[in-house]
């Protein structure tokens, strides 16, 4: 049976390992992911998880020892942020392209410079393209949920590839929070065993891993990467289904709060949307028809059900967690756009990035974005720009899009 | 420990014959060069290995030239990551096999993980994760096959290739004479690590099987051990593809590239020339030093002599073979610490000014500025210069700074310097 905890995120993402039973986990610490890896090696000196753990001397080698463990045939997870995930970036490709299920914890923190230890997506959207899944969770209770799924995905045969589970950097990962604990054995039996089907450590099959591949078969396999991850929303939408039959939490692609009728949402990702769904419920006593669009997955990029979700609405603001310097937008607000582009009647988009190093969001700054998309879904023109900061220590001024307009 | 010592110092390599029966486990058909050591180097390894081998490999020149997609020449598991986390790498599949064979889930036996790196991927890119994995204890052998520069991306300096060498980041040119840094004494950095063994070998003819033996003995290690296997490379280093061995020899006989291993802790020399041969035969085989063969670059030839005899004396002094001459480790100055001026100093740039070619107290001419003294700014030759870590420090700097006494070569020149001045 289940039992209620107050946990911290990273201590509910380490719970899920524990129970996970890993073979090998190597990590560095770093801030805010550094309480995970602790936690961990209390369990393991306590011999309450038999996982071999590596101390590594940095997040490169932690993420390479993670693709030895996971070539060699075992299940393999490990945690970081921020610039440890920047210090890993060659070698997440390394784990993708090998077809490595390896699943990590990523509490998300910004990016140096300036140097800064708290929340935003910067260092998870650096690593959008390295070929993991990127699954955003809300709260402690979802990166436990979460990671135990994860597991499954990555390690589905028409998937095999690497997981990040992404909470928010101490809004996630060190507040306090009640969740429900899932027995060992129950959680265990979910996750199942994992059965390498080319494993380093078969003798009596050598395989060679990771080869020279040039011009004349790089492309197929690239193209192979592809398939997999196109696989993947189909597999993370059965996982979080199973799941949600079992324990009674069901999980998907994405989360829409109040869309069925709405005219004007937020779409966004992470702890922020806790906010948001309060700010709405006030929105709704009001009669304003305000509606939340939480997404999920960001790898594999629900564009369909983006679309879908949002095409009837009038207007649509993004919060992006981290910018994207030189683009037309936020990384989340140009998916975003491509998602909707086929669509005939789109809705009006705008983009907001907030909370970056770990700026508040505060009700009334969600309010003032809702302000605007109302003011956008009447269709009262605005000389505002499509793109811009929330709560800066400046006058609002335009960001230069990029190409003029 | 004292036991393992005296049990791995006992073990010795089969016979060739009896090696020649093994089967082999790299394949002919791959696409490394013609001479090249490390195929040969490699094949010996696997030979010598008792235990099932598990390889892991660094990006280098035998990574791609030995598993062209779709294709492959290992008959034994081989993995490659990256160029600068190979013994991150081999930590991650060591601790797989530790918790696998723990929870039943592989079979338990011995298995030797082995890693193939280059020089770059040792010395210098790899040199942390390295660092890291000896430091934790994993089981496993580090083989830096070392062709003293970065062969695969076209003959670049690495911080193994000696001084004086031509690569294509280093070129002899006008002023500047090759390289002009020694070399990293990686060996002696890894045997800093304690870890139980370490070695220097080579392919040499005499003796015949001290690779081998050094495999089988570093296998038998309990936790890291590494070895640094000298690799001539014929494109690189510029001799015929049938020369490869004769290079080796020629390293060892020489004592550029001594055979010595470290036993928990305690170095111990595997081969003494019977006569140590002048370097310069080494030097002069290898279109690499070409350059050093002109009247103006003759001394830097000199120099690596030095190098070599100091070297050479203090591994004598560390196998307990000889006492050592000379102070390993010279004191270093205090900080702020200038050398007494009596006047100002001559720099290296004025004096090439003036007269055309710059002048050291002692007469002979310095071949470019970069023999100036880096404390006093003093023309100085490199026969007189003291060079630690590749810098110049004049012979008087050299005495007043780090009690250094002057070298033979200026003996006699002292006087003249002090008339002089």
């Not at chain 1, 979802?142 to 799924?149: A, G, I, N, R, S």
């Not at chain 1, 078969?217 to 996982?239: L, S, W």
């Not at chain 2, 026969?383 to 050299?398: D, I, K, N």
């Amino acid at each position: 049976m289940t039992r209620v905890v107050a946990l911290t995120g990273n201590q509910a993402a380490a719970e899920a390992m524990r129970q996970i039973r890993p073979e090998v986990c190597a990590a560095y610490p770093i801030t805010p992911s550094t309480q995970v890896m602790e936690t961990f090696a209390q369990f393991v000196a306590d011999g309450r998880v038999d996982t071999e753990l590596i101390p590594v001397e940095s997040e490169h080698s932690a993420m390479s020892a993670c693709v030895g463990a996971a070539a060699a045939g075992a299940r393999v997870m490990t945690a970081t942020s921020s610039q440890g995930l920047a210090l890993m970036h060659e070698v997440l490709y390394v784990a993708s392209g090998l077809r490595l299920p390896v699943v990590m914890a990523v509490a998300t923190r910004a990016l140096s410079a300036p140097i800064n230890i708290h929340g935003d997506h910067s260092d998870a959207m650096g690593s959008r393209d390295a070929g993991w899944i990127q699954l955003y969770a809300e709260d402690a209770q979802e990166v436990y949920d979460t990671l135990l799924q994860a597991v499954r995905i990555a390690e589905h045969p028409q998937v095999l590839l690497p997981v990040m589970v992404c909470f928010d950097g101490f809004t996630t990962s060190h507040t306090i929070e009640r969740l429900v604990i899932l027995e060992d054995a129950e959680a265990r039996a979910f996750v199942g065993e994992y059965q390498p089907a080319h494993p380093l450590l078969d003798l009596k099959r050598p395989v060679t891993y990771g080869p020279l591949v040039l011009p004349d078969y790089y492309t197929e396999i690239k193209r192979q990467q592809r398939e997999a991850m196109d696989h993947a929303p189909g597999v993370i939408r059965e996982v979080g289904k199973a799941f949600g039959e079992r324990f009674g939490r069901f999980y998907g692609l994405l989360e829409a709060f109040h869309l069925q009728d709405a005219e004007v949402a937020l779409l966004l990702m992470g702890s922020a949307a806790g906010t948001v769904k309060g700010v709405v419920e006030g929105l709704r006593q009001e009669g304003i028809k305000a509606g939340v669009l939480r997404l999920r997955a960001f790898r594999p990029i629900p564009a369909r059900e983006v679309a879908a979700a949002l095409a009837p609405l009038k207007a649509v603001a993004v919060l992006d967690r981290a910018d994207s310097v030189g683009s037309p937008g936020g990384p989340l607000f140009t998916d975003l756009r491509a998602a909707l582009g086929e669509l005939p009647v789109r809705p009006r988009m705008v983009d907001y990035v907030y909370g970056l190093g770990g700026r508040d969001l505060l009700p009334e700054d969600v309010r003032r974005v809702y302000s605007r998309l109302v003011r956008l879904a009447a269709g009262e023109g605005e000389d505002e720009a499509v793109c811009q900061y929330l709560t800066v220590r400046e006058a609002p001024r335009p960001l230069s899009p990029v190409g003029g307009a | 420990m004292a036991a393992q010592k005296a049990t791995i110092a006992a073990i010795r390599s089969p016979s060739v014959k009896e090696l020649s029966l093994h089967p082999d486990l790299l394949s002919g058909g791959h696409r490394l060069c013609a001479g090249c050591a490390e195929s040969i180097i490699v094949r010996q390894v696997l030979l010598a290995a008792q235990a099932p081998v598990v390889v892991i490999n660094a990006t280098s020149c035998l990574e791609v030239a030995t598993t062209i997609y779709p294709y492959t020449a290992w008959r034994v598991p081989w993995l490659h990551s990256l160029f600068e986390n190979a013994a991150a790498t081999v930590s991650g599949v060591e601790a797989a096999w530790r918790a696998l064979q723990r929870r039943g889930k592989i079979p338990e036996e011995r298995i030797a993980f082995i890693v193939f790196a280059g020089d770059g991927g040792t010395y210098d890119i790899g040199l942390q994760s390295l660092s890291g994995a000896l430091e934790r204890g994993h089981r496993f052998l580090y083989v830096c096959l070392n062709n003293e520069a970065y062969m695969n991306t076209g003959i670049q300096r690495s911080s193994a290739t000696p001084l004086g060498a031509h690569t294509t980041t280093t070129p002899a040119g006008e002023v500047i004479p090759g390289k002009l840094q020694w070399r990293k004494d990686l060996t002696g950095i890894i045997a800093a690590h304690r870890i139980p063994y370490v070695a220097q070998t080579a392919l040499t003819p005499q003796p015949l099987t001290d690779l081998t033996t050094k495999v089988r003995r570093a296998l038998e290690a309990d936790g890291p051990s590494f070895l640094n296997v000298y690799s001539p490379c014929n494109r690189g280093w510029r001799f015929e593809p049938a020369d490869t061995i004769r290079i080796s020899q020629l390293a060892v006989e020489t004592c550029y590239w001594p055979l010595f291993e470290v036993v928990e802790g305690e170095w111990r020399l595997t081969y003494t020339p019977r006569e140590k041969k002048p370097v310069a035969q080494w030097l002069e085989a290898q279109g690499r030093f070409r350059h050093l063969l002109k009247p103006e670059h003759r001394h830097v030839m000199d120099e690596i002599q030095v190098w070599v005899d100091r070297e050479w004396e203090s591994l004598l002094a560390r196998t307990g073979r000889a006492a050592a001459k000379r102070d390993e480790a010279p004191p270093r100055p205090a900080p702020g610490h200038r050398p007494e001026r009596a006047e100002p100093p001559q720099t290296a740039r004025a004096a090439q000014g003036e007269g055309g070619a710059a002048r050291c107290p002692c007469g002979a001419s310095s071949p470019g500025v970069q023999w100036g003294c880096l404390f006093c700014g003093r023309v100085c030759c490199p026969r007189c210069a003291y060079s630690p870590e590749g810098l110049t420090v004049c012979a008087r700097c050299a005495r007043d700074l780090f009690g250094i006494a002057e070298p033979p070569a200026l003996a006699s020149a002292e006087r003249r310097w002090i008339s002089r001045e």
